[in-house]
């Protein structure tokens, strides 16, 4: 009976040094951390220098304003390209989707997961914000700023302007005087909150403009 426990263990002890060495095998598998020395590849690196005339795909991004928000390493006062209605449109079906939740429909900062217990979001709608330019809202839509995560992930490049000038929209919206309307217009401000919406977004585009 000992005997038989006895092999019993040496074929356990066996079978856990293999599998133990076949772990370490994994850990030590053949390949090349970054920069890393080697013994093989021209020179004794491991990263060997690109062929002539090599261009990284989906990365080269020369257009400082419009992948950066910037002009000049500043933040752009302008657009990178003309916002129109559809523009304005796309805008705001992306901030609803993913700015709404947290600065809520009319951008005051109180979506609906504010109100359920998270932290409160930035509302558009004071003088720090209507006072900055295009190219800071890039930039904190692309890179994320405090409790914000970055959006550069989800949201494509355009988009995120589009999305820019519909936050001027409702900027706009909440702090114009009747002399932003246009004199055809100035009847419609008796007319319904949903009939308004539409001229609020047409004068948005007008004061977004497109890239001066």
């Known amino acids: 009976m000992n005997r038989k426990l006895l092999l019993s263990a040496v074929c356990l002890l066996a079978s856990a040094a293999t599998a133990a060495g076949c772990r370490q095998d994994m850990h030590d598998a053949p390949r090349y951390d970054p920069l890393e020395a080697s013994v093989v590849g021209v020179k004794g690196s491991s990263a060997q220098p690109l062929i002539a005339g090599t261009v990284a795909r989906g990365q080269f991004h020369d257009d400082a304003l419009m992948y950066e928000g910037k002009v000049d390493g500043q933040a752009a006062q302008v657009f990178p390209f003309k916002i129109d209605a559809a523009a304005l449109d796309r805008g705001e079906d992306r901030y609803n989707i993913y700015c709404a939740p947290c600065h809520s429909k009319t951008g005051d900062g109180n979506g609906m997961v504010v109100q359920r217990g998270y932290r409160q979001a930035a509302s558009f709608h004071t003088d720090r914000l209507r ?82």
Request: avoid cysteine; proline fraction near 6%.
């Open 131 to 212: 006072d900055s330019h295009p190219g800071y809202f890039f930039d904190v839509v692309t890179n994320g700023f405090g409790v914000m995560p970055d959006y550069k992930a989800q949201i494509p490049v355009e988009d995120r302007w589009k999305i820019i000038a519909y936050v001027r929209a409702l900027q706009l919206s909440h702090h114009a005087t009747t002399a932003d309307v246009p004199a055809g217009d100035l009847g419609k401000l008796d007319r319904p909150a949903s009939e308004q919406m539409g001229a609020g977004k047409e004068a948005g585009h007008k004061a977004g403009g497109g890239q001066e």
